[in-house]
């Protein structure tokens, strides 16, 4: 690790500025940058630590909706009841990274920026329709989450560019979402499948809008808009549970390896964003 | 290659030291401070020997740079005992046998402590949740879960009383 520089800049122009020369990585909880790092897989030139700056950790509510720091930890999200309240499908998906030690560092841009096809939180963040704040030499703009990765450890970031801060959209009174995950063992293992699910429903318990993302089973996370749109003006009754379950698997283009083959991923993912919407769903008549 | 001086609070006490920026803290604490209570395991965040509490959090040291810990609070294995008496997880770890080869067991205690620091009555089943991090290939993970549970309410009567 010659030539090797770290600097934990104070503010967002720091950072820039400290990106600016190339060769540099931004840090957050380090639980993919130090693996790569030791692998010999990514050889930065220098590490920028986002964390010292203001605003990077931290949750708050604005305009009836949640901006998240990009560096929050998963041990942070679940502890703001507020957020678990709106969003408890985002929350679950966050909590489901890794130990306890790992979810004391993991931060939910994190595990957008890295770039992996089975990042847990990602199906539930593009479920939410969160937009993503990114800063940059060029300025600031603002994009879709799933906008944000282009292909497995790919971004649309460019070097001088980091994620500030993610937005989940005001919630509806009768709205809510769930993320599951299928994994070979009980706890730490990537997800073979994830599946997110949020959804808005009227008064009389029909369902006014639905997304549904899937994880793990195409090069990047997968909006499957014709399975959201099978749950709308729907009770989710089994008609519309086969729909969304079918939409589901028609989207999937998934690789076989260790953790499963492409039927199995396929057919998984059917049955994950059914149970997850029936979750979802359930959360979204009980909320008070 | 310049040095990085860093000033930090180890087990309540400051310490000084320098480091390299691609230096994990798990080295620092072990070469730099000789606190090898702390062990390497995996490097990769897997294991959970390197366990440490930052800032109040339980993190793996292997997964920090030692430079991130300008200006704050560590907690190692070494601040475990008061004086010569051995915390009450360290003393029910040796009353049921929880530990072989002992490897795994700083970072398994520093665990239970942030645990049992957090939720003072948890249960069995999220004592195991809470401690998946830490691999142990020798116990088999019952003795160590006996051992936390009647740890913690040991630490109910304590405080109860
Ligand atoms: C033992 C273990 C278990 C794990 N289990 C899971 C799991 O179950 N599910 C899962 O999804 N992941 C898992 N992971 C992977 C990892 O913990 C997550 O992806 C985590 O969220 C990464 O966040 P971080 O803050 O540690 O990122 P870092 O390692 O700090 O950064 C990851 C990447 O994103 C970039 N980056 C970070 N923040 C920003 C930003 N704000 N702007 C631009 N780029 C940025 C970094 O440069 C780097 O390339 C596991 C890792 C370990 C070690
Ligand atoms: S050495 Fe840090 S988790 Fe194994
Ligand atoms: S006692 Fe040997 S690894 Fe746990």
Known sequence: MADLDYVAPASVAGAIEALAGGGAKVLAGGTDLLVQMRAGRVKPQRIVDLKRI??????????????????????????H?????????????????????????????G??????PAADSVPALVAARAICVVVGGQGRRELPVEAVVTAPGATVLAPDEFLLEIRLPPRAARASDAYLRQIPRTEMDIAVVGAGVSLTLDAAGVCSEAHVALGAVAPTVLLVEAAGAALIGTTLDDAALDALAQ?????????????????????????????????????????? | MSKIHISATVN???????????????????????????????GSG?????????????????????????????????????????????????????????????????AAKALLDANPDPTETETRYWLAGNLCRCTGYDKVIRAVMDAAAE????RAA
């Not at chain 1, 708050?60 to 990009?70: K, P």
């Open chain 1, 247 to 288: 939409a589901a698997e028609a989207a999937c283009r998934p690789i076989s390896d260790k953790r499963g083959t492409a039927e199995y991923r396929t057919r998984i993912a059917g049955v994950l964003a059914r149970r997850a919407a029936a979750i979802a769903y359930r959360r979204a008549s009980e909320r008070t």
């Open chain 2, 12 to 42: 309540g006490d400051p310490v000084e030291f320098l480091t390299e920026a691609g230096v994990t803290l798990l080295d620092a604490l072990r070469d730099e401070l000789a606190l090898t209570g702390s062990k390497e395991g995996c």
């Open chain 1, 81 to 109: 009841a507020a957020l678990i309240h709106a969003w408890p499908g985002v929350v679950e998906a966050v909590q489901l990274i890794g130990s306890t030690q790992v979810q004391g560092r993991a931060s939910i841009g």
């Open chain 2, 46 to 110: 897997d294991c959970g020997a390197c366990s440490v509490i930052l800032d109040g959090r339980l993190t793996c040291s292997c997964l920090i740079l030692a430079a991130e810990a300008q200006g704050r609070r560590i907690e190692t294995i070494e601040g475990m005992a008061r004086g010569g008496e051995l915390h009450p997880l360290q003393q029910k770890f040796l009353d049921h046998a929880a530990l072989q080869c002992g490897f795994c067991t700083p970072g398994l205690l520093i």
């Open chain 1, 111 to 116: 595990n957008l920026c890295n770039a992996s």
């Open chain 2, 155 to 158: 630490l109910r009567q304590v």
């Open chain 1, 54 to 79: 203001p605003g990077l950790i931290g949750v708050r509510q604005e305009n009836g909706g949640f901006v998240i720091g990009a560096s929050t930890s998963g041990a942070e999200l679940g502890e």
